[in-house]
């Protein structure tokens, strides 16, 4: 007799557990998070047949993986918030650089594809072996931080199969640096920038790096012709 009260008693409480998991819709879902490129319509569409279940029902990890295949997110959390609420953290990507003709790359370096690319034509772009997007992040960022000083800014930079590197300045510059020490040749170049002054540098169409001891240079058709005798005397009587 006590084992068949038991076995009632258990069917009781499974069809109660089951009652209750099956009568605990879920009525709320709070989006989170600062959009630019994601609309929380999209969200919304996205999420609607994924969280018409009962709360205990609600596939979390299964609702983040769908949400973190989208191409503008970075990372995204699901969590039950009792009684009947799913809360959804969404962090969008930052794009950083454009990467080719039609690709972005994320602050993180992750490869975003966006649809239309027009509204990003403003960031400068970087080309570089495929697979290597990280690392020619890295390089591009290390760079950048070698010309801020000089109040130069990258429009373009490529790293080509072999890894030889070559910068476009915003100011239409271009920097070539090879395969090899390119970090200390374009320091080497920046430290005769104050020996040249502002006005021959600007003349200049494009700096050849790729030389041991030194490098070449390329002017614009309009330069006018340098004076090279007087260049160290006046970096002398401006000290």
């Known amino acids: 007799m006590r084992l068949v009260k038991f076995i009632i008693l258990m069917a009781l409480f499974a069809s109660m557990v089951y009652a209750v998991k099956n009568f605990v819709p879920i009525k709320h879902v709070r ?3 600062t959009f630019t490129q994601i609309s929380k319509d999209e969200i919304k569409t996205l999420l609607e047949p994924l969280v018409k279940v009962s ?5 979390v990890q299964g609702i983040k993986e769908v949400l973190s295949a989208l191409s503008w997110v ?21 794009p950083y650089v454009r990467w080719g003709k039609t690709g972005l790359i994320s602050t993180h370096g992750l490869i975003i594809t966006p649809e239309d690319i ?6 400068p772009i970087l080309y570089g072996p495929e697979g290597q997007e990280i690392k020619s992040l890295e390089i591009m960022k290390g760079v950048s931080t070698a010309l801020v000083d000089q109040s130069m800014q990258i429009a ?6 072999r890894w030889a590197w070559k910068i476009k300045l915003s100011s239409g510059l271009e920097i070539l640096l090879g395969r090899s020490e390119q970090l200390k040749k374009l320091q080497r170049f920046i430290k005769t920038i104050d020996v040249l002054g502002a006005e ?3 003349a200049i169409s494009i700096v050849d790096l790729r030389y041991p001891n030194g490098y070449a240079v390329s002017w614009k058709s309009d330069a006018q012709p340098i004076d090279w005798k007087i260049l160290p005397a006046a970096q002398t009587a401006n000290k």
Request: charged share 20%.
């Open 74 to 94: 970075d990372s995204a959390s699901v969590n039950r918030v009792w009684p009947d609420t799913l809360t959804v953290k969404i962090n969008e990507k930052t």
């Open 200 to 202: 021959q540098v600007n």
């Open 118 to 123: 027009t509204p990003f034509m403003h960031l």
């Open 31 to 33: 989006v989170q998070g």
């Open 55 to 59: 709360f205990f029902d609600a596939n």
């Open 156 to 161: 373009e930079f490529s790293i080509n199969d």
